[in-house]
């Protein structure tokens, strides 16, 4: 299996005798593949119908010459500045009516015909060109979807809007019903009257909001799916990406990944926040849940500093080789890099690159050329990646309904997810995302943070995991509405009320975080031995049905009554979390949980240390700037400040 090494190579921005140049010390870094063409679209096109591919002919032919694999761009990612130009309604327009210039990149509108028309042409000439080129390993669809515009205003988003959700809806009777327009005299007499939920003067309609998300996730993908359709139709046989962006709100990957046919990601954790390495984890661990357990790349991340934070930290020594392994535990089988060589000039001339600025003389350049030969030498021994042991629910419906206004409180979506995230991964449990159409059944335990749009068939799944013998763990703000936006028919947590043996009768949010009085409540766990406890962002009134209280509030207007519950349903658990526990209280949950799955018995928990198993391998990674001391294997093996150490079965295999 190769370990992809290599990153974004955009040799228009320098004169042919620099491309020499490259190939050389490409190889010298162990350079195994480079995406090329994500930003040449001006370069390729420099006017409407007249294409230039002969330098990229070139530098595809002196790639391959070097033995150097391509992930061949689209190039469409930033149109040139003739597009706009010539089309100035494909420029994209603000939620408060700014329509956006071109100067930066990335400025087209998703619904635009023109930039699709044109964007997919340009993909079909590229791939009609060079599907069979013999370097060709990869095709890189756009670049970064969504990353800067994500969702247009414009008029023609609005047509492109209405057309969806006649689709969707069939009749304005359907939507008026579905949105429900009863309130506030929003009833429309035709979808014409329809329009985007641009800046208004109040609340705006939760469902129209909540379908507008939807349909610019979709949208967008609609301009990877045309691309992809120029692109497989003159290049049928060679696999496609484009490259994600972690957890990303704006689209939802788990439609996206279905059409695919390799998962690829982007990320820059900052170096100086303490909460990188499990940051950073959680995206890879997301990206392998979104390859269905298979491979994945890591397309892009940095050899040093970005250019786009506020203060822009260089990485110390070891930190980079790190969390290159750290992904590559969580499965990734490449390691690329934005970009080969750092840019003289333009927007980008201050973020680091696998060969900077100053040379070959620099300590990020050597820390390059050594992970590219570690990773040439291991690649052929890793096995594949496999499932996680307990999966944690991400729902895109759920993260956008919830962060809306109008609701009981002010939530972040994300801080829940986490939380329970980072218990798992402090207690070193190997962690999948999933969803609720996912096959739950192969998880020993489901952790539910906040699923505040369900279906019923979601909460129907939930159910039956449990009652098949899983562990569940469903958090606060769950089943609260429909996928209609109507809350839940019958009562919160619908049928899932009586899985965990709980009903809610009233919120109780807490105040946000810094009011006045206390963010938080006090929380009292006897049967854990913890009686000192607090939760934030959310209590609420229960009422037990058929539950245990394992916790109860022991401060405010709810105290003494149930926080969090467990219910021993058919074989399995039903537990319920009406506050977002702390983390000391959260790892005894954790541990209750998991008791008798094996889960634990099989994993490492030293602080900042991951242990993560692929398949004969366990990759030992010390995630802080301390040498540290890892009982494991029946040993106890020491790790040097950012060190990595791998065991093949029970005995060291590389350092
Ligand atoms: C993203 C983009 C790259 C570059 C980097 C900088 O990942 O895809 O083109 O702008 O950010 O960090």
Request: proline share 6%; hydrophobic share 40%; with cysteine.
């Amino acid at each position: 299996m190769t370990i992809w090494f290599g990153g974004d190579y955009n040799p228009e921005q320098w004169a042919e005798t620099v491309w020499q140049e490259d190939v050389v010390l490409m190889q010298q870094a162990g350079v195994t593949m480079v995406t090329v063409g994500v930003f040449s679209w001006s370069w390729l096109e420099p006017q409407e119908g007249t294409f230039t591919f002969e330098w990229l002919d070139r530098v595809l032919d002196t790639l391959h010459a070097a033995g150097i694999r391509v992930d061949l761009a689209t190039a469409t990612a930033s149109p040139p500045p003739w597009l706009s130009h010539r089309y100035p309604d494909s420029l994209p327009v603000t939620e408060t009516g700014v329509r956006l210039q071109r100067g930066a990149r990335q400025a087209y509108c998703p619904s635009s015909p023109d930039y699709r028309r044109l964007a997919a042409r340009l993909a079909g000439e590229i791939a009609r060109r060079y599907a069979d080129h013999p370097a060709l390993e990869l095709w890189h669809i756009n670049n970064e979807y969504g990353c800067h515009v994500s969702r247009c205003y414009c008029e023609t988003s609005a047509a492109a809007f209405r057309r969806w959700l006649t689709n969707k809806y069939g009749t304005v009777e359907n939507l008026n019903r579905a949105w429900g327009t009863a309130f506030w005299s929003q009833r429309y007499g035709s979808i014409d009257e329809v329009t985007v939920p641009s800046a208004a003067p109040a609340f705006r309609n939760p469902t129209q909001l909540l379908d507008f998300d939807r349909f610019s996730s979709d949208e967008i993908l609609g301009i990877f799916r045309e691309e992809a359709a120029a692109v497989r139709a003159a290049s049928p046989s060679v696999p496609i990406t484009t490259n994600f962006m972690g957890l990303f709100k704006p689209l939802d990957y788990w439609a996206w990944a279905a059409e695919l046919d390799v998962i690829s990601d982007d990320c820059y954790p900052d170096p100086v926040d303490p909460d990188s390495p499990y940051l950073a984890a959680m995206t890879r661990d997301l990206m392998r849940s979104l390859a269905d357990g298979k491979p994945w790349l890591l397309m892009e991340q940095s050899a040093g500093a970005v250019n786009w934070r506020p203060s822009n930290a260089a990485k110390p020594e070891g930190m980079m080789r790190a969390w290159s392994y750290q992904a590559i535990a969580r499965g990734a089988d490449g390691i690329l890099y934005f970009q080969w060589r750092q840019s003289e000039r333009g927007a980008e001339r201050f973020h680091s690159a696998m060969l900077p600025h100053t040379g070959t003389d620099s300590v990020s350049w050597k820390a390059v050329c050594q992970l590219g030969g570690e990773l040439r030498e291991i690649g052929d021994a890793l096995d594949a990646p496999t499932h996680g042991s307990v999966g944690i629910m991400l729902d895109w419906d759920s993260w956008w309904s919830i962060e809306q206004t109008g609701l009981p409180s002010t939530i972040d979506y994300m801080e829940g997810v986490r939380a329970w995230y980072r218990t798992l991964y402090d207690a070193g449990v190997a962690i999948d995302f999933v969803n609720p159409r996912s096959d739950l059944g192969r998880y020993s335990a489901i952790v539910v943070p906040t699923l505040f749009v369900a279906t019923s068939d979601a909460l129907a799944a939930l159910s039956a995991y449990a009652e098949a013998g899983g562990r569940l763990l469903v958090g606060y703000q769950s089943g609260i509405t429909d996928e209609e936006g109507r809350l839940t028919p019958g009562g919160y947590l619908g049928s899932l009320a009586e899985t965990l043996g709980v009903r809610i009768d009233e919120f109780f949010p807490l105040p946000v975080p810094g009011s006045v009085p206390a963010d938080s409540v006090r929380l009292r766990a006897n049967d854990l031995g913890v009686r000192d406890a607090v939760g934030i962002v959310w209590s609420e009134r229960l009422v037990i049905t058929s539950a245990d209280v394992v916790a109860r509030f022991a401060s405010g207007p709810l105290e003494g009554e149930a926080a969090i519950t467990r219910r021993s349903a058919g074989a399995g658990q039903a537990w319920y979390a009406a506050t977002l526990p702390d983390p000391w209280l959260r790892s005894r949950l954790v541990a209750q949980l998991l008791a008798g799955t094996g889960v634990l018995e099989d994993a490492v928990a030293v602080p900042g240390v991951e242990v993560t198993r692929r398949g004969r391998h366990r990759f030992v990674i010390n995630q802080t700037a301390s040498a540290v001391s890892v009982p494991i294997a029946g040993q106890t093996l020491s790790v040097e400040p950012y060190g990595v150490r791998i065991l093949e079965g029970d005995t060291v295999w590389r350092d």
